[in-house]
Nanobody, 115 residues
């Protein structure tokens, strides 16, 4: 089992920045892939960013150039740096980990971006 705990959510004005953290109970160096998803009210959960064990990353077009996903294997933590935030970024953000085909989810952290 992999337990994930997100933190860093909150309220910010448009154009501001936040950094989300996801602390894992297992060494993330041994986890095949980790990702951030988000879900706004009434919408399906969408993939925001992924980072693989080798360090390669991918981003949704809507956040490319504004968000950066990174990992610190020594701290067992994955981060999502969010810059130039827009109101449409408002959502609950979830950390996700995949290990040998089994997925694990955090409980989520709310990000609210005001105009």
């Amino acid at each position: 089992q992999v337990q994930l705990v997100e933190s860093g959510g909150g309220s910010v004005q448009a154009g501001g920045s936040l950094r989300l953290s996801c602390a894992a109970s297992a060494g993330i160096g041994g986890i095949n892939a980790m990702a951030w998803y988000r879900q706004a009210p009434g919408k399906q959960r969408e993939l925001v960013a992924t980072i693989l064990s080798g360090g390669s990353t991918n981003y949704a077009d809507s956040v490319k150039g504004r968000f950066t996903i990174s990992r610190d294997n020594a701290q067992n933590t994955v981060y999502l740096q969010m810059n130039s935030l827009k109101p449409e970024d408002t959502a609950v953000y979830y950390c996700y980990a995949n290990r040998y085909g089994i997925g694990f989810w955090g409980k989520g952290t709310l990000v609210t971006v005001s105009s």
